[in-house]
Each structure stands twice: as structure tokens, then as C-alpha cells.
């Protein structure tokens, strides 16, 4: 079993140190807020991954309703990490937002992740969909169009 655990701003200000006597194995980061600047303990958050050789991944939490709005939010997340120096990091693309994106149905909501990852995955970098139980269970999206990526 892997031990990780995933941090925002939400959380405050995280004891990294803690954290690896803890044996926490990696550690996902949120990377980019709604208003689409950087969680505001990235910096700080990644700093300590590093410092304690925690490997680590980022989230984004999408609220994107169009095309234009989820490659925007991927070009942020790419950015960040660019500025960031991480390499090949892996990216999840958090699909939980029930009032935003379960409205939209299945269809449209599965070309906005496609949307993101082409943007993700052009850079460089790895793609993944975090979702809830529920959102898995009630359908939001076409999952079978992301089970043979790479």
C-alpha cells in the first residue's frame, strides 16, 4: 500500500517534516485556485516535497463550463509547473464540482476533459482524472474514452 496525501491552502501551513516521519510516500498539491493564481501554499507545499524527497503531483480542481474555459485552466496548471521546474509531473484533473459541471452532461463534460488533457499532455506532461465515488457511479462523464490512454 502507498501512503500519500493531497494539500491546498485549505489545509494552512503544512510541518513537511511531520509529514516524512509520518512515511508519507507522495504528496498531490493543488496547483492552480479558481481565480487561476497558484494555490497560495504551492510554493511552500512543493518546497517541502522537495526538501524531504516526497514525490510529488498536482490537482486541479476544474470549474470549466466551455472548451476555451478547460484548456485555460490546463494552461495555467502547465505554467505553474513550468515556473516550477517539474518535469513529467503528473496532473489529476479533479471532476467533482456537482453544481458546476453535472449539469452539463455527459457529453460536453467529457470534450472538456478531453479538452484540458490535449493541453496537459502537449506540454509534456501526465494526465489523470480524479473523481468522487459519486461522480463516478451517477455517470457525469464517458469514462471508457480515457481507460485506453496512455
Not at 491552502?9 to 492552480?32: K, M, P, T
Not at 516535497?49 to 502547465?78: D, F, G, L, S
Not at 489529476?92 to 452539463?104: A, G, S
Request: proline share 2%.
Amino acid at each position: 500500500m502507498w501512503k500519500g496525501i493531497d494539500v491546498s491552502d485549505n489545509q494552512g501551513v503544512i510541518d513537511w517534516s511531520e509529514v516524512a516521519a509520518a512515511d508519507v510516500q507522495f504528496a498531490i498539491l493543488r496547483s492552480v485556485r479558481r481565480s487561476g493564481k497558484a494555490d497560495y501554499q504551492f510554493a511552500a507545499n512543493l518546497a517541502g516535497c522537495r526538501k524531504y524527497n516526497i514525490p510529488a503531483a498536482v490537482y486541479k480542481y476544474t470549474y470549466a463550463v466551455t472548451e476555451a474555459q478547460a484548456q485555460e485552466e490546463a494552461r495555467q496548471v502547465v505554467a505553474l509547473l513550468q515556473q516550477h521546474d517539474m518535469v513529467g509531473t503528473m496532473v489529476w484533473w479533479d471532476v467533482e464540482d456537482r453544481d458546476t459541471l453535472q449539469p452539463l452532461g455527459s457529453a460536453k463534460l467529457t470534450a472538456l476533459i478531453q479538452a484540458a488533457r490535449t493541453v496537459v499532455e502537449a506540454a509534456g506532461y501526465r494526465f489523470g482524472i480524479y473523481v468522487g465515488l459519486y461522480v463516478y457511479s451517477e455517470g457525469w462523464f464517458d469514462f471508457n474514452q480515457f481507460a485506453a490512454s496512455p
